[in-house]
């Protein structure tokens, strides 16, 4: 079974870092692009970061730049997102996801639970 | 950046209805467009790709169609299971934008 598990996340005071794991299994973990999606309480969700199968090519979402960086480590079926300089409008479920396609453009179709990650003094 | 605007944000209907939600890009996105369906406190779910393919073990209620800038979701008959939000999501480029959900109510 394809599966994404999040953890790492936590109570951090602004200013903060955080860096937040998601463990595959199930598929042939190099083979595909990741991303990381979050949701804010009681909002809809917001695309954060996007990661390619070898890990070379990297995107973020404006409000993240400079601050947040997505990587993975295909030896450990791992993706992670080192999250710094926390805000409290960081405060979200972050949620990973696993692309349909590995080379054409594709829908996310394997979500993980999602990890809370709250910013706060 | 594409923008996705989503409409309507929330939608009162009963079971047997049947709903339209529809997704306006900012410029087109081709077909590159999926739908998800989030329940309270759950990941969302992918139902539809490429803006009309059907993903596994989705309902055949379900329905997607358009392209270029103007897309949308069809549930042909309103089940109880089927009361949640929708999501829109543009995989055309990055960034990977979401439209801002429509929450699908019992009237």
């Known amino acids: 079974e394809v599966q994404l598990l999040e953890s790492g996340g936590g109570l951090v005071q602004p200013g903060g870092s955080l860096r937040l794991s998601c463990a595959a299994s199930g598929f042939t973990f190099s083979t595909y692009a990741l991303q990381w999606v979050r949701q804010a309480p009681g909002k809809g969700l917001e695309w954060v970061s996007a990661i390619n199968e070898g890990g070379e090519i990297t995107k973020y979402t404006d409000s993240v730049k400079g601050r947040f960086t997505i990587s993975r480590d295909n030896s450990k079926n791992t993706l992670y997102l080192q999250m710094n300089s926390l805000r409290t409008e960081d405060t979200a479920v972050y949620y990973c996801?696993?692309?349909?396609?590995?080379?054409?453009?594709?829908?996310?179709?394997?979500w993980g639970q999602g990890t809370m990650v709250t910013v706060s003094s | 950046d594409i923008q996705m605007t989503q409409s309507p944000s929330t939608l009162s209907a009963s079971v047997g209805d049947r709903v339209t939600i529809t997704c306006r890009a900012s410029q087109s996105i081709s077909m590159w467009l999926a739908w998800y369906q989030q329940k309270p406190g759950k990941a969302p779910k992918l139902l539809i790709y490429k803006a009309s393919t059907l993903e596994s073990g989705v309902p055949s209620r379900f329905s997607g169609s358009g392209s270029g800038t103007e897309l949308s979701l069809t549930i042909s008959s309103l089940q109880p299971d089927d009361f949640a939000t929708y999501y829109c999501?543009?995989?055309?480029?990055?960034?990977?934008?979401f439209g801002q959900g429509t929450k699908l109510e019992i009237k």
């Open positions: 996801a696993k692309r349909m396609t590995t080379v054409t453009p594709g829908a996310l179709h394997i």
């Open positions: 999501q543009q995989y055309s480029s990055a960034p990977y934008t």
